[in-house]
């Protein structure tokens, strides 16, 4: 360790352990973390002494600077016009399935207004169908959740049916989100299916067979993303 002597003036001073500053390793240091600079034998090469004038501008730049770059600031006057830390990241995932699925819900009425179903309320029904299947019978056998929304008038409808088939209460088999417009010249079908294990969108079926207004609503459900969660 290096006798206290102000690494910007060079003032001798006593040793006193609140005039040491730590600062941000330099990159490509052969120390991975600070931890492993700590326990080093010599002085750490993060780590610097700052007199009675100089410390607290040390200490302001030590979470954003290597020791060189705030000496050099320091020193050149500029310790106040340091660049900020860049701010983290957020890394994007593609949306989940049920956040397709929840989209295209709330995009639905502007779905049946761009076929001309402006101002026609929903409707929407749930039910559960039971599949007896190996000797076991409801409510002990795997079962079909299905919820379906509905907008029509006058021979024109959309049609939202999302589907999720459980094995049991904690286990999905599978699941889709089929969405049906039907309209003078229109005949148009989409599924969007869940992919396996993680939730993620899986297969996607029939977008470009939509009006144009209902394509670019739906597209927009599928591609908008969303923050990544870290484990």
Not at 179 to 204: E, K, N, Y
Request: net charge negative; glycine share 8%; with cysteine.
């Amino acid at each position: 360790m290096r006798p206290p002597s102000c690494e910007v003036c060079g003032v001798d001073f006593d040793d006193t352990a609140d005039r040491l500053v730590t600062f941000v390793l330099e990159p490509g240091s052969g120390r991975s973390t600070a931890a492993r600079a700590e326990r080093a034998v010599e002085h750490p090469e993060n780590q610097g002494w700052f007199c009675g004038v100089h410390v607290e501008a040390a200490r302001a730049l030590a979470a954003t600077a290597t020791l060189a770059e705030a000496v050099r600031a320091m020193r050149s006057g500029d310790a106040n016009r340091m660049p900020d830390p860049s701010p983290p990241t957020t890394e994007l995932a593609g949306p989940s399935w049920e956040a397709v699925a929840q989209r295209l819900r709330s995009a639905l009425p502007a779905l049946a207004a761009a076929i001309g179903l402006e101002g026609v309320r929903p409707v929407t029904e749930s039910t559960r169908e039971w599949t007896p299947m190996d000797g076991a019978e409801p409510p002990w056998c795997p079962y079909i959740d299905r919820v379906t929304t509905v907008i029509e008038r006058e021979g024109a409808s959309v049609r939202l049916v999302v589907e999720r088939a459980h094995w049991n209460d904690d286990e999905i088999a599978r699941a889709d989100v089929r969405l049906a417009v039907d309209a003078p010249g229109v005949a148009a079908s989409v599924s969007v299916a869940r992919g396996p294990g993680d939730g993620s969108v899986g297969d996607v079926r029939g977008v470009d067979s939509l009006p144009e207004g209902a394509r670019s609503l739906v597209r927009d459900a599928l591609s908008a993303p969303q923050p990544r969660l870290e484990d």
